[in-house]
């Protein structure tokens, strides 16, 4: 069974930094766009950014210059860089990605459980 787990959420400060993965498991071909989203308390889930196969990367304007996405795709793994952290950046970060399974199959989209982050002082 396919899935994704995130890690390395946690307390951070404002202005702090922290670095998030999230690693693919199962029967894993190939990873198309990986992404991240997050959910904070008592809000809609948004979308972060994501990064293509071919490390093509697109971020939301809230994170533009503070965030950054990386893929190490022989480890079926992606990366969040958090950087200069504001207390609105709290919330639930999740993972979500297009994964074929082999050759003769369409991508199918997963989600990871999430792990959450807070900045706070």
């Known amino acids: 069974q396919e899935q994704l787990v995130e890690s390395g959420g946690g307390w951070v400060q404002p202005g702090g930094s922290l670095r998030l993965s999230c690693a693919g498991s199962g029967s894993i071909f190939r990873i198309n766009t990986m992404a991240w989203y997050r959910q904070a308390p008592g809000k809609e889930r948004e979308s972060v950014g994501y990064?293509?196969?071919?490390?093509?990367?697109n971020y939301a304007d809230f994170v533009k210059g503070r965030f950054t996405i990386t893929r190490d795709n022989a480890k079926n793994t992606v990366y969040l860089q958090m950087g200069s952290l504001k207390p609105e950046d709290t919330a639930v970060y999740y993972c979500?990605?297009?994964?074929?399974?082999?050759?003769?199959?369409?991508?199918?989209?997963?989600w990871g459980k999430g792990t959450l982050v807070t900045v706070s002082s």
């Open positions: 990064i293509t196969s071919g490390g093509s990367t």
């Open positions: 979500n990605a297009d994964i074929i399974v082999n050759a003769k199959t369409y991508a199918m989209n997963y």
